[in-house]
């Protein structure tokens, strides 16, 4: 029997996740597209928001390459990184104008946080 405003036929258990690894941690383009396939499943749950555009950040979460990432901040800005780092990426506008603007924006940030 339902009471107020719940209805025991429209809750879901979890909001949902799919796990693909490989179990000897090789990497493939396989899992890859495997990966962002699933990613087109979680529409029901709210993976996409009403305006059929934007999203609720459903993604995909990758191990990092950490030997990678040492060499390229070392040929990059001559110096190590330390024992715990972090890594983002960010997504630029085509338009030089607002790319750039968008980079000084990220990089006061960062100088306010103490971060370079």
Do not use: W
């Not at 879901?12 to 383009?29: E, T």
């Not at 749950?45 to 555009?53: E, F, L, T, W």
């Not at 390229?72 to 607002?98: C, H, M, P, R, T």
Request: with cysteine.
């Amino acid at each position: 029997m339902s009471t107020g405003l719940y209805r025991p036929e429209d809750v879901r258990d979890n909001c949902g996740f799919g796990l693909i690894a490989h179990m000897q941690g090789k990497a493939s383009h396989e899992l890859l597209a495997t990966a962002i396939e699933s990613l087109t499943c979680m529409t029901h749950r709210g993976g996409i928001a009403a305006d059929g555009k934007t999203g609720d950040g459903c993604g995909l979460l990758l191990k990092k390459p950490d030997a990678f990432l040492r060499k390229v901040a070392k040929d990059a800005f001559g110096g190590e990184l330390s024992e715990l780092y972090g890594i983002g990426q960010i997504f630029l506008s085509q338009d030089e104008a607002k790319a750039t603007s968008a980079r000084e924006a990220v990089a006061g940030v960062l100088a306010d946080n103490g971060l370079q």
